[in-house]
């Protein structure tokens, strides 16, 4: 039995089956765990995550930005662009079950000595304290999304602070797991600079450079931040590789500790 985590796969299905191949994933015996951003952008978001949900029963997923986006366009709080390709899933016959099942995924996941989360976590934070605000932002989601999308999006307030209020705590906490990439000199989180390490303002650290408060001894799997690729650091890994830009699709054993990749399919770019 073995363990993959999979970086983004942004709705690329055929590159994701390539890397299931690649990998000789065993869907009796091994283990998936998906490190968000499962659809939109690439052609084949429908098909990905239909696969999803055949093979639940031993996955593991955690919400990236795409996906809650889905879910609030799925809740009529959000309008897609035309650069989403997520209209296949909002026409499919079948949109009431993925909703529902989505519902039921984590913004983070704790397994022995490994955490995943899709973009990163607050230097203020122990590990049990991303847990229970993750916990927290699922209790709200699952008892009203309407609501909850509705007050969802927002950069502000950009650093945390046990002072604030319930939903700007959720605000901060959801945009850190979902969203972050840096943290400025101010330990707020920083919305705009999205390229790679070698041209990172002095002004930016990355989240995972950033000395944290609290102890964290996790091993820490990432993804979203597609430019820096995979990024071995102190407090563990960053997997997205940039399938949907034409890059590649990654996956991280975490018992052998190795990288496997596929490039990206061309069928699944527009």
């Known amino acids: 039995m073995a363990t993959y985590v999979i970086g983004d796969i942004q709705g690329c299905f055929y590159s994701f089956k390539s890397?299931?191949?690649?990998?000789?994933?065993?869907?009796?015996?091994?283990?998936?765990?998906?490190?968000?951003?499962?659809i939109n952008r690439g052609l084949g978001s429908l098909q990905t995550l239909d696969w999803c949900y055949q093979n639940r029963d031993n996955l593991n997923i955690v919400l990236g930005n795409h996906d809650l986006y889905f879910l609030s366009a799925a809740f009529n709080q959000r309008k897609l662009s035309s650069t989403d390709t997520l209209q296949p899933i909002l026409a499919s016959e079948n949109l009431n079950k993925y909703v529902d099942w989505m519902l039921s995924w984590s913004l983070i996941h704790k397994h022995k000595g490994f955490l995943m989360v899709h973009a990163g976590l607050m230097p203020d934070?122990?590990?049990?304290?991303?847990?229970?605000?993750a916990k927290d932002l699922m209790v709200s989601l699952r008892e009203n999304p309407y609501d909850f999308f509705k007050s969802m999006?927002?950069?502000?307030?950009?650093?945390?602070?046990?002072?604030?209020?319930?939903?700007?705590?959720?605000?901060?906490?959801?945009?850190?797991?979902?969203?972050?990439?840096?943290?400025?000199?101010?330990?707020?989180?920083?919305?705009?600079?999205?390229?790679?390490?070698?041209?990172?303002?002095?002004?930016?650290?990355?989240?995972?450079?950033?000395?944290?408060?609290?102890?964290?001894?996790?091993?820490?799997?990432?993804?979203?931040?597609?430019?820096?690729?995979?990024?071995?650091?102190?407090?563990?890994?960053?997997?997205?590789?940039?399938?949907?830009?034409?890059?590649?699709?990654?996956?991280?054993?975490?018992?052998?500790?190795?990288?496997?990749?596929?490039?990206?399919?061309?069928?699944?770019?527009?």
């Open 19 to 38: 890397l299931l191949e690649k990998i000789n994933f065993n869907s009796n015996a091994d283990e998936l765990w998906l490190v968000g951003d499962i």
């Open 125 to 133: 934070w122990s590990t049990e304290d991303a847990l229970d605000l």
């Open 153 to 270: 999006y927002g950069d502000k307030p950009d650093k945390w602070s046990l002072e604030y209020n319930r939903e700007d705590k959720q605000r901060v906490a959801i945009n850190a797991m979902t969203r972050l990439r840096c943290i400025n000199k101010d330990n707020a989180i920083d919305f705009t600079y999205k390229s790679d390490l070698n041209n990172l303002p002095s002004t930016l650290n990355p989240w995972f450079d950033v000395k944290t408060k609290k102890i964290r001894s996790e091993f820490i799997i990432s993804g979203h931040w597609s430019a820096i690729g995979i990024q071995k650091h102190n407090h563990g890994i960053t997997l997205d590789t940039g399938c949907v830009w034409g890059g590649k699709l990654s996956a991280y054993c975490i018992e052998s500790k190795s990288i496997k990749s596929v490039s990206s399919d061309s069928r699944d770019l527009s």
